[in-house]
Structure formats: C-alpha cells, structure tokens
C-alpha cells in the first residue's frame, strides 16, 4: 500500500466510539503489505536536480509583473 495517509484515516475511524470496527491494540490489526521505494538516482544527481529546481522556484516567484496584472484588470473591466 502506497498511500498510508488515507489508510490512517480509515483505521481511525474505523476504531472510533460508537464505530469500534476494530481495535488499535497491538496485534489486533491485520498485517498489510506495504512498498518501500528506493531512489533511482545517485545523490549527486539528486542534489543537482534539487538545486535546479530550486532555482526554477526562485525565478518563477513574482512572475506575474503589476503591469501584467493590470492588463488583466483592464479585461476584466
């Protein structure tokens, strides 16, 4: 199982009050099968995309210029 949020979720409600589907003791849930995913790609290469995106992040903030923005206004009007 690969998204464990949801399955949290689930569990918790499952194990409310008044609900009570099953209990959180210990060795009273079932076993599940779960995934472990490993990288791919090497740190360097991991590091070296992380920084590039990064930057990309960097670059794309502010983007929209208030000249853009009032443009936009002006087609809306």
Request: charged content about 25%; hydrophobic content about 40%.
């Amino acid at each position: 199982m690969s998204e464990t949020t949801a399955l949290g979720a689930a569990v918790a409600a499952g194990a409310a009050e008044g609900v009570d589907v099953w209990s959180l003791r210990p060795g009273h849930l079932p076993q599940l099968k779960s995934e472990t995913f490993q990288p791919q790609i090497n740190v360097d290469e991991s590091e070296f995309r992380f920084s590039r995106w990064k930057k990309a992040v960097q670059k794309a903030m502010n983007w929209e210029t208030m000249e853009t923005s009032r443009s936009s206004e002006d087609q809306l009007e």
